[in-house]
């Protein structure tokens, strides 16, 4: 099975271009969702997030906390690669089992961080979803009805775009300067002739 992995910055458009190769009949694995999902789900998972960050990670009824885990990881570098220790091995599993039981030529596996943390490298091609950052930061700002100073906490934890790009098979232009979906064809029709 080749897996690609698509990826970019906060607000750059990755859940827009994985919906339309979608479109395409392209399985898509969104990595942060099963990500929380098993966060709420997996008893492992879940004894080791509470071990890392108190009780108070989950409500009463078992949903995540997530004003709570924010506060405690967005601005604790350290704590945020604990957190992560736990979560992308757990995520790595599922997308795996996920994988193989899909059946097409690929299948993408949407992630922000797959530079930041490396795994990348275990994909087969890595395509690159770019957009000027203050385009991203009034997405997000409009998106998750938050304010400037909260994307920019986000971002810092992101790679520069440009180390990105340095490491990307195909990149998607997502600026507003041309449209995504004949970059998106394109790619596609690349992508079903791997062997």
């Known amino acids: 099975m080749n897996i690609i992995g698509i990826t970019g910055g906060i607000g750059s458009g990755k859940t827009t271009c994985c919906r339309i190769f979608e479109c395409m009949g392209v399985p898509a694995y969104y990595a942060d969702d099963r990500a929380k999902l098993l ?30 885990i924010a506060d405690k990881i967005f601005n604790d570098k350290a704590m945020l690669q604990q957190m992560n220790r736990i979560i992308h091995p757990a995520v790595a599993h599922d997308a795996i089992s996920w994988a193989t039981q899909q059946n097409s030529r690929y299948v993408l596996y ?18 690159v979803v770019s957009c000027p ?52 064809f394109a790619i596609h029709n690349q992508l079903i002739n791997l062997s």
């Open 39 to 68: 966060m709420t789900q997996h008893p492992h998972v879940i004894a080791q997030v509470k071990e890392l960050l108190g009780e108070g990670s989950y409500h009463n009824n078992g949903d995540l906390n997530r004003g709570y």
């Open 110 to 127: 949407e992630a922000a961080l797959l530079v930041e943390n490396g795994s990348y490298r275990n994909m087969t091609k890595l395509i």
């Open 133 to 184: 950052e203050d385009i991203r930061i009034q997405r997000v700002i409009e998106r998750d009805d938050t304010d400037k100073e909260a994307v920019l906490s986000r971002m810092k934890n992101q790679l520069q775009e440009e180390a990105k790009l340095e490491v990307a098979d195909y990149i998607i232009d997502n600026s507003g300067e041309k449209s995504i979906i004949p970059q998106i």
